[in-house]
């Protein structure tokens, strides 16, 4: 067994979503609801000033919910990977805050940068500094998805923030070690054929094959997402991954 297979990432492979010609052309996905606020905020690394995008679904100042705070997955895949959220409060009125970290989909892009500038201390910085300028950060919850759950625990573990009331940690492994154990379980169950495509390009470093892209679409229709059609919204997040794959390559 090769121990180092890596099923492209916790969210979705960028390489796997490009055997999809129509993602080029996806209509952008956007929730505009009454009430929404979007907008940058100013994120100082060092002497260097970086803009974070985040939007706002609710109101912050409710004093019924407490706002919830999501992180995305990837590393790399942007916050329409997760856009569903907004049902919390378009049904329960709970305010959400989605936003895009750093390097990926509307925030500052970083394609210059090197690998050791990508680290949990930048990710962790910029949650807080967007909690300060929100105004929130001594009240609110917080749910981390994939690789956002891993941030997110992380964080927690070593930040110990006051503020944090309620912790969400979705489909996030708490250990990558086991998680790529299961992953390579996972591959067992593949037909034959598919194993030995996956395992020899892996092996190679030659994921960009077609044969590579097709049993790799076959593992994540089985594992990743069962749905007949992909969702929009996580299409949309593939797409804008794959096309600054900065921070995932890094991370």
Same mark, same amino acid.
């Not at 942007?78 to 009125?93: E, G, R």
């Not at 709970?94 to 990710?123: A, C, R």
């Given at each position: 067994?090769?121990? @180092? ?10 390489? #796997? ?14 929730? $505009? ?8 905020? *100013? ?9 974070? /995008? ?8 409710? #004093? ?17 990977? =997760? ?9 329960? *009125? ?5 936003? @895009?970290?750093?390097? $990926? ?12 500038? /990508? ?5 962790? *910085?910029?949650? @807080? $500094? ?7 950060? $001594? ?7 994939? /690789?956002?759950? =891993? ?42 054929? @598919? ?12 994921? *960009? ?14 594992? #990743? ?27």
């Amino acid at each position: 067994m090769v121990s @180092d297979f890596r099923v492209g990432t916790l969210f979705v492979s960028p390489r #796997t979503l490009r055997l999809s010609p129509t993602l080029k052309h996806l209509p952008r996905v956007t929730m $505009n609801p009454v009430g929404a606020e979007e907008g940058f905020l *100013d994120f100082k690394v060092s002497d260097e000033v970086f803009k974070t /995008w985040y939007k706002v679904f609710g109101d912050l100042k409710s #004093t019924q919910h407490r706002p919830l705070v999501a992180l995305h997955g990837g590393p790399g895949a942007p916050h329409q990977s =997760i856009l569903s959220l907004v049902d919390l409060n378009t049904k329960y *009125d709970v305010p959400i805050v989605l936003y @895009d970290q750093i390097g $990926n989909g509307n925030s500052t892009h970083l394609k210059e940068k090197p690998k050791d500038f /990508w680290s949990f201390d930048l990710f962790m *910085d910029e949650l @807080d $500094n967007l909690l300060v300028q929100l105004g929130i950060s $001594n009240n609110y919850n917080l749910l981390g998805h994939s /690789w956002g759950g =891993i941030l997110a625990a992380h964080y927690v573990a070593h930040k110990k923030p006051e503020g944090l009331k309620r912790l969400v940690l979705s489909n996030a492994p708490a250990s990558m070690d086991l998680w790529l154990k299961r992953m390579n379980q996972l591959l067992d169950e593949m037909p034959r054929e @598919d194993q030995e495509i996956l395992r020899k390009h892996e092996a190679a470093g030659t994921m *960009d094959s077609e044969e590579y892209h097709k049993s790799m679409h076959k593992f994540h229709s089985r594992y #990743t997402c069962r749905l007949t059609t992909t969702p929009v919204e996580l299409q949309q997040a593939g797409r804008l991954l794959m096309s600054d794959p900065t921070v995932f390559e890094a991370m």
